[in-house]
Structures are given as structure tokens and as C-alpha cells.
């Protein structure tokens, strides 16, 4: 099943995948070899620890590798900015506290509230999709609290 990033999540990606095989599993490997050497193995503490870091770590590459090689990439150009869909930039109006909030819909491995950036699979976000200016998107969230934004701008 494909999964939707956008370049630059590809490329963080890509970036994080090289780093785990050019860096990390190369020192892990050294680790196993460090402990391997002070001898009896049976009671290494080093040398268990060691091999299950290399077993997080191999899964965690295999991992990588798939999400790298099942990706498909956004094309911002083909987006229609006249509803609320992914990689769209969002002005709210929160209805109960009349402040004003952005937020962009990413795919699920670039949220990063920080930066405004929150999942398209989030309850919020999930309201919004399709939404157009002006329209009011009444969202329940999980633990049953109820919240209503006004849609003021949607923007790439």
C-alpha cells in the first residue's frame, strides 16, 4: 500500500535511512565486536545488549526501507485550494474562544505540532477535509468534547 509524503518527508527519510546505515550500524557492529573480544559470551551483559541494539536497529532500516520504497510523493501542483485537503494550509476561527489557529494536513509521518503540521488521519483534520471558506466544521474529539472551527483561508 502506497504511502502519500511529500519531497521533502522523502528526503528526511532517505536522509535518516542513509545515517542508520553508514553510521549507526557500523558502531553497533563495533560494539559487538568490543564486547565479543573481553571472552566468555555466555555471561556478557555487553555483548547481549550490543546484539539486541543490532536487532532494533536491522528492523528499524527494514522498516525505513519499506515506507522509502512504498512512498508516492504529493504533487502540490494538482492540489485544489478551494477545499481543505492534504498539504493545505488552514486559518480557523475557533467558535468558542474566537481565536484564530493555523494548521497545514500532512501525511501521518510528518505531523509535528510545533510547526502547525498535523496529521490528515487526526480528528481535527479529518473534520476539516473537504471543507471550503466559510464553512463551519463541528468535530467530536475522542474524549467526547465537542469543538467548531470556521474555515477563514485555506492556502498551499
Do not use: C, W
Not at 522523502?10 to 549507526?24: G, N, P
Not at 525505513?64 to 493545505?88: P, R, Y
Amino acid at each position: 500500500m502506497a504511502t502519500y509524503v511529500t519531497k521533502e518527508g522523502l528526503d528526511k527519510m532517505k536522509a535518516e535511512l542513509e545515517h542508520l546505515e553508514s553510521i549507526e550500524r557500523p558502531r553497533v557492529t563495533q560494539q559487538i565486536a568490543d564486547a565479543r573480544d573481553k571472552g566468555d559470551l555466555s555471561e556478557n551483559a555487553e555483548y547481549d545488549a550490543a546484539k539486541e541494539a543490532q536487532g532494533m536497529l536491522e528492523m528499524k532500516i527494514s522498516k525505513l526501507k519499506d515506507a522509502v520504497a512504498n512512498s508516492k510523493i504529493i504533487n502540490e501542483s494538482l492540489l485544489d485550494t478551494s477545499k481543505v485537503s492534504i498539504l493545505t494550509t488552514v486559518r480557523l476561527k475557533n467558535n468558542a474562544t474566537k481565536q484564530e489557529q493555523k494548521f497545514t494536513l500532512v501525511p501521518d509521518n510528518e505531523s509535528d505540532l510545533k510547526t502547525g503540521k498535523i496529521s490528515v488521519n487526526t480528528p481535527i483534520a479529518k473534520g476539516l477535509l473537504g471543507k471550503k471558506i466559510g464553512q463551519t466544521a463541528e468535530i467530536v474529539l475522542p474524549n467526547g468534547n465537542k469543538l467548531s472551527f470556521e474555515v477563514l483561508g485555506i492556502s498551499l
